[in-house]
Structures are given as C-alpha cells and as structure tokens.
C-alpha cells in the first residue's frame, strides 16, 4: 500500500473519528456539498462530503458503494490547499478503506490528494500513478497526477499530463480550468488564456449548483492572464530579436543525433537527444525518435512517456500523432499493461476513426486479451471500410462461428442437412463436421463447387437474412466439395513428384494427416490444398520429421550449451517485469557481471540468466538478479517504488537502491568479477 506515514497514522487515529459517521442520503449530502461550493464555501463543501462518507457502508462485498464513492471522490477535488486539518481527515478516509484491500482508483486519488497537502509532494505522485494504473481513462485521476507533478517542481510533467485529461476529457471545463491553472503558474499567459476562454465556454453550459462557483474561478484567471497578454503584446511591439543561433543548434544537434542512431550506437544517440532537448524541448519529432531508443534499451516507461509527449506535442490533427499513439500503445504492451495499451488505441481512433493501422492493432489486441466481442467489432469496421479485404472478413464469420451455442451450432447443421432434424443435443463430431464446413465455406467451397458441378441439385441451400441471401453448403454438397478436391489433390501431388505408394501417408507441416483412411482430403488436407501453389512443397514424406528452421535448431544449441554454464530460461514476462524490478537498461543486463543473455529463434525472442544449482556463471552481482526470479515464480511480484527503508521509531529512514541506479550498476566499478574458482582480478 502506497500510502506516506502520515497517512497511515492518520487512518489509524480517525477510524473512529465521528466526522466519519454517515449521513441519511448520499445523493442529499452531495447536492448540498455543491451547493456550498457553489456559495465559494469550498471548505464547507468539503466538510459536508468527509462527514457524509462512511467507510463501512462504502463497500458491497468487493464493489464500492457508487453513492459513497461520489462523496469521496467530491472531497478530494474539494480539499483546501492550505487545510492540513482537513487533509488528515482525507487520509484518514483513504487509510480506511486501503485497509480493506479495495483496489478502486478513488482511494489511492484521496491519498495523493492528502499527500500532497500534507507532505508537499511526498508520497502523492506513486499514490496518484497507483490510481493511474487502475483507470487509466479517467479525467480526476489526471488533474491530481498534474497537480502533484507540479508540486513535486515538475512542471514538464504537469502540463502533459493535465494536457493528456483535456484530451481524455475534451468537453470538460474543470479538465480546462486546471490546464490554464497550471499554464499560467509556469509562465505561459497566452496559452493559459485560451484554456481559460475554452473553459468559460463550456462551463455556461452547466447548470450544476456549483458550476458558478468554477465560472468565478474561470473569470478571474482569464482576467490575469488577459492583463499578462496585453503587457506582452506591448512589449512585443518591439520584439526582441531571437536568442542567437538557437535554431541552428538545435539543427545541428539533430544532425549529430540522426547520425549516431543510423550507426545504431543507441547509448551515444540517446546522449545527443538529451543535449537536443535543451534547445528544442517541444519538437516532437525529437521526442518520436527519442522514444524507440529509450525502448530498446529496455527504459520501457521512459519510452512510452516519451511517445504520449510526441502525441501531445503533434497534436491530434498532425499525421504522426496516430502512430505515436499506436507505439505508446505497444510498449505498454511489452509492460503487460494492456488496459494503457487499449487507452492509447482509443486516443488514436478518436484522432482517425479509419486509420487501418490503428484498426488492425486494435483488432489483435482484443484478440490477445480474449475479447471476442471487441474483436469481432473492430473486424467489422475494417471490413466496411476495405470490402475487399478477405483475411478480415473471414475473421468476422470466424468469430461470429466461435461465439454460437451448441443449440445454433445444431440449427445451422440441420439448415445444411447435415444433423437429424429431431436431434435435441450436439455431439463432438457434429461440432467437427459444422467448423469442417465453415472452413470450406470460407475458402470458396460454394464458388468452386458451381464451377465444377453447375447442375448438382441439393449441393447448396440458401439462408435468408434481413442483409441478404446466403448461399451455404448442404452435407452433401461439402461431401461433393470433398471429392471433388481430392481429385484435385491428387492430381496436383502427383505433378509435384509425390509417389502414390507414399500419397495417403502425406502429413501437413504440423504433422496433421493430409488424407484419411478412405482417401479422402482431411480438413487440415482441404487447407493446405487451397493454399498450395506448384514449386512450394508444404507436406511432410512419411520419413520426414516435424522441422524446427534452422534458427531454431542454433537457438537450440545455444541454449543447451548456456545451460551447461549454469543458465536458466526465463519468460519474456519475467524478463520485463526484471528489469523494472532492477532498473537496469538492457544493455547493462546483458553485459558483465550480470551477463543475461537472449537468443532467437526465428519467432521470439527467448532469455536467460544465470541461474542458482549450476553456478558456475554465478557471481555477487548477478546472483540477486537469480534471487529475484525465485521470488517471482513465488508469487512476490510486487516492486516499491519506496526510496527510503522503512525508519525504526526515532531514526531516520535509510535510502534504498535498486541493482541499477541512473542506468548503471550501484556501487559496482567496472572491475570484472570473478567466477567460483578463479582468482581475484586486480
């Protein structure tokens, strides 16, 4: 639990505390919480709402009480800056309900918000990103993530990220208020004005008792920054000549950049981006190229930061700004986070609703988190937009096919004739013989079998649906469409030099049969003749093993030969989740004395570190990383994003280090380590 010691003690002493009681009705005590902040009254509001949530009725079972959630979440965005009175009777409701294990993005958002009160900006940025992970499409968790940034004296940080609310929530005059807010603290009048204007527009749109309240807020900023425009305006009349040579350092450094990312020496590159930086800071062509550095040396979230800066910088109307969205979206990928993933796949469709790149990423991502319905949606946009795009229609009658009930399953057979019209239960060869079916049907089987047998009656039934007529398969025309490829097959095998006497013991690369006993095309033999073409040999002899490709059987090799050394093979989560757990870049966890090792194998990649039973690569820096693994197979995932250990009663906390500390390995020298049994290095 991310919570700062103040927060926690705070939780422990207002457990009992009566400001806690709840009151009669949720919805009355709200209504009367924003009517006292529409009066300005925002500590009475906040008052009205702290008092009115009650931590042991905001719970039903795991799920938050909707109601008590809104009372909480209204006393965060009510919380005076200056109340730290206030803010420990926050904590205190935040504290509560943490210690009931409710993983809901409200709690962690009151405990950032009392944080940042209490404490500056200790403790509220991890408590605000914790809400961030749990809903990452949500417009609060934004203002209080920016909010802390700025406290934290981050202002880069702030305005992206209460930029990226606004995006998240265009129509909404807080989103605006907060960004202007922010914008004209930091010094930028001009832009601070027009989230204002923009902010002022939208808010004469609301009839909430405390919409007035937020118009004030709006006017008077807009008049500050106005004055600040005019002065600048003013002194603009005369405008001072651009600092010298800026322009061409930033072009140069460019150059210089460009250059060591084409010899792909990404540590150098990612160097001269950062110099870059200093006389660019808002091209976002600079960040687009930064960021796939960042990734490949395994800085995963610095990657993906830097893809969201590109977008914002882009804008939604420039043509990078989808596939920076699309880029963000994959490295949060390669993070695990595939909630973050589909929010960027969001933003990007939101920008262009036709882009297929974007469309065909979705559609996989769905896929990937088995979600068939969202899957199936997207498929189907991609194919209105591309009619012509065979491989996406089929998937949509693929996963329209997956989605029927055995009843349907059972339906569409006797449509085909295929099932006794009287049967009641589907049994496991009706179901092979429908998906059977359904594959010759989606490969043209209806088209072929009127070319070859144009006058066959019963071969093909028609379904009538409100779109249109379809033309399907009876059991007997997929009996036809059988014998007919066969004969095809046959024909076609001979012409490539297969012998008869080894035709029906054919297999397909997978090691499927080609033809069963009766000499017929199995439904994995049907496949590979539809895709067949002459000079491309796609079947197994009778004599040929399964092949590994050739990478394959090296990948192979490679990895016995570090197994003998006292390696082990890790996943590619594990690996990822390794280098956050240690900081380190990739290239440091693959160089000495922590010598990870990866190896391809033509379709992934696959890793391995130096395990703890044959330590013959062990060494004092890398057996910790093979600890780590341990603890992650046992389940103790968890990474602390803590700086400090935790501080006995009256002593101070002591800093904590991760293996790798600005992209190096803490304390070590660069001296080599030995291994068991050699002798010391001088």
Same mark, same amino acid.
């Given at each position: 639990?991310?919570?700062?010691?103040?927060?926690?003690?705070?939780?422990?002493?207002?457990?009992?505390?009566?400001?806690?009681?709840?009151? &009669?009705?949720?919805?009355?005590?709200?209504?009367?919480?924003?009517?006292?902040?529409?009066?300005?009254?925002?500590?009475?509001?906040?008052?009205?709402?702290?008092?009115?949530?009650?931590?042991?009725?905001?719970?039903?079972?795991?799920?938050?009480?909707?109601?008590?959630?809104?009372?909480?979440?209204?006393?965060?965005?009510?919380?005076?800056?200056?109340?730290?009175?206030?803010?420990?009777?926050?904590?205190?409701?935040?504290?509560?309900?943490?210690?009931?294990?409710?993983?809901?993005?409200?709690?962690?958002?009151?405990?950032?918000?009392?944080?940042?009160?209490?404490?500056?900006?200790?403790?509220?940025?991890?408590?605000?990103?914790?809400?961030?992970?749990?809903?990452?499409?949500?417009?609060?968790?934004?203002?209080?993530?920016?909010?802390?940034?700025?406290?934290?004296?981050?202002?880069?940080?702030?305005?992206?990220?209460?930029?990226?609310?606004?995006?998240?929530?265009?129509?909404?005059?807080?989103?605006?208020?907060?960004?202007?807010?922010?914008?004209?603290?930091?010094?930028?009048?001009?832009? &601070?004005?027009?989230?204002?204007?923009?902010?002022?527009?939208?808010?004469?749109?609301?009839?909430?008792?405390?919409?007035?309240?937020?118009?004030?807020?709006?006017?008077?900023?807009?008049?500050?920054?106005?004055?600040?425009?005019?002065?600048?305006?003013?002194?603009?009349?005369?405008?001072?000549?651009?600092?010298?040579?800026?322009?061409?350092?930033?072009?140069?450094?460019?150059?210089?950049?460009?250059?060591?990312?084409?010899?792909?020496?990404?540590?150098?590159?990612?160097?001269?981006?950062?110099?870059?930086?200093?006389?660019?800071?808002?091209?976002?062509?600079?960040?687009?190229?930064?960021?796939?550095?960042?990734?490949?040396?395994?800085?995963?979230?610095?990657?993906?930061?830097?893809?969201?800066? &590109?977008?914002?910088?882009?804008? %939604?109307?420039?043509?990078?700004?989808?596939?920076?969205?699309?880029?963000?979206?994959?490295?949060?990928?390669?993070?695990?986070?595939?909630?973050?993933?589909?929010?960027?796949?969001?933003?990007?469709?939101?920008?262009?609703?036709?882009?297929?790149?974007?469309?065909?990423?979705?559609?996989?991502?769905?896929?990937?988190?088995?979600?068939?319905?969202?899957?199936?949606?997207?498929?189907?946009?991609?194919?209105?937009?591309?009619?012509?795009?065979?491989?996406?229609?089929?998937?949509?009658?693929?996963?329209?096919?997956?989605?029927?009930?055995?009843?349907?399953?059972?339906?569409?057979?006797?449509?085909?004739?295929?099932?006794?019209?009287?049967?009641?239960?589907?049994?496991?060869?009706?179901?092979?013989?429908?998906?059977?079916?359904?594959?010759?049907?989606?490969?043209?089987?209806?088209?072929?079998?009127?070319?070859?047998?144009?006058?066959?009656?019963?071969?093909?039934?028609?379904?009538?649906?409100?779109?249109?007529?379809?033309?399907?398969?009876?059991? %007997?025309?997929?009996?036809?469409?059988?014998?007919?490829?066969?004969? %095809?097959?046959?024909?076609?095998?001979?012409?490539?030099?297969?012998?008869?006497?080894?035709?029906?013991?054919?297999?397909?690369? &997978?090691?499927?049969?080609?033809?069963?006993?009766?000499?017929?095309?199995?439904?994995?033999?049907?496949?590979?003749?539809?895709?067949?073409?002459?000079?491309?040999?796609?079947?197994?002899?009778?004599?040929?093993?399964?092949?590994?490709?050739?990478?394959?059987?090296?990948?192979?090799?490679?990895?016995?030969?570090?197994?003998?050394?006292?390696?082990?093979?890790?996943?590619?989560?594990?690996?990822?989740?390794?280098?956050?757990?240690?900081?380190?870049?990739?290239?440091?966890?693959?160089?000495?004395?922590?010598?990870?090792?990866?190896?391809?194998?033509?379709?992934?990649?696959?890793?391995?570190?130096?395990?703890? %039973?044959?330590?013959?690569?062990?060494?004092?820096?890398?057996?910790?990383?093979?600890?780590?693994?341990?603890?992650?197979?046992?389940?103790?995932?968890?990474?602390?994003?803590?700086?400090?250990?935790?501080?006995?009663?009256?002593?101070?906390?002591?800093?904590?280090?991760?293996?790798?500390?600005?992209?190096?390995?803490?304390?070590?020298?660069?001296?080599?380590?030995?291994?068991?049994?050699?002798?010391?290095?001088?």
């Amino acid at each position: 639990m991310k919570i700062p010691p103040a927060i926690t003690f705070a939780a422990a002493v207002l457990l009992a505390a009566p400001l806690l009681r709840a009151a &009669a009705g949720t919805g009355e005590d709200l209504a009367r919480a924003r009517e006292a902040a529409g009066r300005g009254a925002e500590p009475e509001a906040f008052d009205i709402a702290i008092t009115a949530f009650s931590p042991a009725k905001a719970l039903h079972g795991t799920k938050p009480d909707q109601g008590q959630r809104d009372l909480f979440l209204y006393a965060v965005e009510t919380l005076p800056g200056n109340s730290r009175e206030r803010a420990l009777k926050l904590a205190g409701a935040a504290g509560a309900m943490l210690d009931k294990k409710s993983e809901d993005s409200a709690w962690y958002l009151g405990a950032c918000k009392a944080a940042r009160v209490l404490d500056g900006a200790t403790g509220a940025v991890s408590n605000c990103r914790k809400a961030l992970e749990l809903d990452p499409i949500y417009y609060p968790v934004y203002r209080e993530l920016g909010l802390a940034y700025a406290a934290a004296g981050e202002p880069r940080k702030a305005e992206e990220t209460l930029a990226q609310g606004v995006e998240i929530s265009s129509s909404d005059y807080k989103a605006r208020y907060y960004l202007a807010k922010t914008l004209e603290k930091y010094g930028e009048p001009g832009r &601070a004005a027009a989230s204002y204007s923009r902010a002022l527009q939208l808010a004469r749109q609301d009839s909430a008792p405390d919409a007035e309240y937020y118009r004030k807020l709006i006017r008077a900023g807009l008049k500050h920054t106005a004055g600040k425009v005019k002065k600048e305006k003013v002194r603009a009349k005369k405008p001072a000549p651009p600092r010298p040579g800026n322009r061409q350092l930033a072009a140069a450094c460019m150059v210089k950049f460009r250059a060591e990312a084409a010899k792909d020496n990404i540590a150098a590159a990612l160097k001269e981006s950062g110099a870059c930086l200093k006389h660019a800071p808002s091209d976002p062509d600079l960040a687009a190229e930064r960021a796939p550095l960042l990734v490949r040396l395994g800085r995963y979230e610095e990657g993906v930061a830097e893809y969201e800066r &590109a977008a914002s910088l882009y804008g %939604e109307k420039a043509a990078p700004y989808v596939r920076a969205r699309i880029k963000a979206a994959e490295t949060w990928i390669k993070l695990g986070r595939h909630d973050k993933a589909l929010a960027q796949y969001d933003l990007a469709l939101k920008a262009s609703p036709h882009d297929m790149n974007a469309l065909r990423a979705l559609a996989a991502e769905q896929e990937a988190r088995s979600d068939p319905a969202g899957a199936l949606r997207t498929y189907e946009t991609i194919s209105a937009l591309e009619p012509s795009n065979d491989a996406a229609r089929r998937r949509v009658e693929e996963l329209k096919d997956a989605s029927l009930t055995d009843g349907q399953i059972l339906d569409e057979l006797k449509l085909r004739l295929a099932a006794d019209p009287n049967s009641t239960v589907l049994q496991p060869e009706d179901k092979k013989l429908y998906k059977a079916i359904r594959a010759a049907e989606l490969g043209g089987a209806v088209d072929y079998l009127k070319l070859k047998v144009p006058s066959g009656r019963g071969l093909i039934v028609k379904k009538k649906t409100a779109e249109r007529t379809h033309l399907l398969l009876s059991h %007997e025309g997929y009996k036809a469409y059988v014998f007919q490829a066969t004969r %095809e097959a046959i024909s076609f095998l001979e012409g490539e030099g297969v012998d008869m006497r080894e035709m029906f013991k054919l297999r397909t690369l &997978a090691g499927d049969p080609v033809f069963d006993p009766a000499g017929r095309l199995t439904p994995e033999g049907l496949e590979l003749w539809r895709k067949a073409s002459p000079g491309n040999k796609a079947w197994l002899l009778p004599y040929e093993p399964v092949p590994a490709s050739p990478q394959a059987q090296q990948a192979d090799r490679e990895i016995q030969e570090a197994e003998k050394k006292g390696y082990i093979e890790i996943s590619e989560p594990e690996y990822l989740w390794l280098l956050r757990y240690t900081d380190c870049p990739e290239d440091v966890m693959l160089a000495e004395p922590i010598s990870a090792m990866t190896v391809n194998d033509g379709a992934r990649l696959r890793y391995l570190i130096c395990g703890m %039973e044959i330590p013959l690569c062990l060494n004092k820096i890398n057996e910790s990383v093979a600890l780590a693994i341990s603890d992650y197979r046992n389940n103790h995932t968890e990474i602390s994003d803590s700086k400090h250990s935790t501080a006995f009663f009256g002593t101070g906390g002591i800093k904590k280090h991760k293996l790798c500390e600005n992209g190096k390995i803490w304390g070590y020298d660069g001296v080599k380590i030995p291994l068991p049994g050699e002798p010391p290095r001088k």
